[in-house]
């Protein structure tokens, strides 16, 4: 047995076209690095480039808003979920803001230390966006003992510098040395330098103090906006209104061979579907949009940092980019892995012999994920004890790990789908499902008229099952875009399994297909099941929907406008 430990083998295409980007200190768009799960985005990000992104005059903030998961980060020795990281119990979105706005405070706080970021800067920066006027006034009078008044007709100028000296006063003067590091290095500073690193921080926490003062004026309208569910492009970006000043700063900061700050956010898909517990921010949906339109804008109009962000979620290959203006809105890069022929020159007698190969490549295909989790597989216990018994081969192996699949993963993915094809039927019948959607001849036009539980188990099921059988009908691959009509996006089925994450919609060419060859033959495996459990009625009902009601995407099958 081959007893060799796995190694991260690199992609030089793709590092070459990230790295590229990266090495610009000022870009006019964000990129997007997208792709189905398992293709080794991640591990291409830690393990191939971040390094060489922290070295020299390069900075890089990373921040993985999955780590707030517990029970589905390797962080705490836990393995990502294969499905979407919605079906996982979802952190709050305090706690995203958190790690985000930490980031990049400690990475101005870098640019405060290498003396590209100053008081005058940051008031700007400030005074470009925000009135300052009243706010400085509430600091300065929240920080002065003796409550003196403020001259009326004094410029934010004055203001600012009146309140950095108040501020002054109540700050702890060996903790901003402390985060300066002016202790190790002293000797080698005047007093005027030390005195200008040390009113640079000051002012950092001067802005943010101010940010918060005004955030504060707006919290009954935040409140109200919760409660009644509705959209407000203002206050959505006054909750971003810290992190973009902090990006906007470093991106005015950034200097090629000298600082040169760079962001990369992994699964920001987390972020959007954050769960809110109190008043203090709009809804994480919300927040999420503001974020990245604000990211967008700055690059547009003035160049920001080169900001990365990973997601293995479809709505990032194509309905984002429609989303927030057009199809070329952000950069994009999609990574599927390898494909059989690289995967078997880098696998094939390193980790597996040539007949065991031949299996994995028609079984599972040549997923990274799946690739490794069967090598560790291979390394255990397990594997011996099966392969001591008589007539036992590496296919039983194969299929062991096929149903670990089914059981962890594709099934309770499947149910998930069924609950979120029940609250599509409670929102048809309720009337929230526009018309459009539920247009004649739509096989899932006919949700039942009852809240029946079981009924409406059953009208899902049929529903899911149907919308299988059409995807095997197609052999797993329906191009949404043939025909220009994006008409498989209104199939709630379709929309849910690529919820869930069984399904990827990719961006080019623009397919819909399981996200492995593995997840392809679990879901042919839980339509089997569900066809051998079902009832002689059911089945009738199976047949009757398959029969006049059932899918069909087999026109859509053809590779439309591409080259």
Not at 27 to 37: A, D, N, S
Not at 56 to 67: N, V
Not at 172 to 200: H, M, P
Request: proline share 4%; with cysteine; glycine share 4%.
């Amino acid at each position: 047995m081959v007893n060799k430990s796995w190694r991260i083998i690199p992609r030089p295409l793709l590092e070459t076209v990230l790295n590229n980007h990266a090495q610009h200190h000022r870009v006019p768009q964000p990129l997007i690095l997208h792709g189905p799960r398992g293709a080794g985005k991640t591990t291409l990000i830690l393990e191939r480039l971040i390094g060489e992104w922290n070295k020299g005059p390069h900075l890089t903030g990373y921040i993985d808003f999955a780590e707030s998961i517990k029970d589905h980060h390797p962080q705490f020795n836990k393995s990502f979920p294969w499905a979407s990281w919605s079906n996982c119990p979802q952190p709050n979105l305090s706690s995203c803001r958190t790690k985000l706005e930490h980031t990049l405070e400690s990475m101005v706080e870098k640019g405060v230390k290498l003396g590209t970021i100053s008081s005058h800067q940051i008031f700007t920066t400030l005074n470009k966006w925000h009135g300052l006027n009243t706010a400085l006034r509430r600091v300065i009078q929240s920080n002065n003992a003796s409550k003196s008044a403020v001259v009326d007709k004094a410029s934010p100028l004055v203001l600012w510098d009146r309140a950095v000296f108040a501020l002054s006063a109540r700050c702890n003067a060996q903790e901003i040395d402390g985060v300066l590091g002016l202790s190790e290095k002293w000797k080698g500073l005047s007093i005027e330098e030390a005195s200008y690193f040390r009113e640079a921080i000051l002012a950092l926490r001067l802005a943010k103090e101010v940010i918060k003062v005004q955030q504060g004026w707006r919290a009954n309208a935040i409140a109200h906006l919760n409660q009644t569910g509705g959209f407000s492009r203002s206050l959505a970006h006054s909750c971003t209104d810290w992190p973009c000043l902090l990006l906007e700063l470093l991106s005015q900061a950034a200097e090629i061979d000298h600082f040169q700050p760079k962001l990369v956010i992994n699964n920001i898909d987390v972020l959007r579907n954050a769960t809110l517990n109190d008043d203090s921010s709009v809804c994480a949906s919300m927040y999420h949009d503001s974020l990245i339109w604000r990211i967008i804008a700055l690059g547009a109009n003035e160049r920001c940092l080169p900001v990365i962000f990973v997601t293995s979620d479809s709505y990032y290959s194509y309905r984002a980019y429609m989303d927030f203006g057009f199809t070329e809105i952000f950069i994009s890069r999609e990574m599927f892995g390898w494909t059989s022929q690289e995967a078997k020159m880098h696998m094939v007698t390193d980790y597996f012999s040539h007949s065991e190969w031949t299996v994995i490549a028609e079984v599972l295909g040549p997923n990274p994920r799946h690739l490794f989790e069967l090598y560790a597989l291979k390394q255990s216990d397990y594997y011996q004890k099966v392969m001591g018994d008589k007539g036992s081969t590496f296919e039983d192996i194969v299929d062991a790990y096929l149903a670990y699949l089914q059981i962890t993963v594709v099934n309770p993915a499947m149910d998930n789908a069924l609950e979120l094809l029940k609250k599509f039927a409670v929102d048809a019948r309720s009337g929230k499902i526009s018309k459009d959607k539920l247009r004649f001849g739509a096989p899932w036009r006919h949700p039942p008229k009852t809240d029946d539980p079981t009924l409406c188990m059953q009208w899902a099921k049929l529903q899911l099952m149907d919308f299988v059988q059409c995807l095997i009908n197609t052999e797993f691959g329906v191009n949404y875009l043939a025909d220009c009509s994006l008409e498989i996006f209104d199939d709630p089925s379709a929309v849910a399994l690529v919820e869930v994450g069984l399904l990827y919609a990719q961006r080019d060419p623009s397919f819909i297909r399981p996200i492995s060859r593995g997840i392809q033959r679990c879901l042919v495996r839980w339509l089997v099941q569900q066809r051998m459990q079902m009832s002689f009625q059911n089945s009738l009902q199976y047949l009757w929907q398959r029969i006049i009601r059932g899918r069909s995407y087999r026109h859509l099958m053809l590779e439309a406008g591409y080259k």
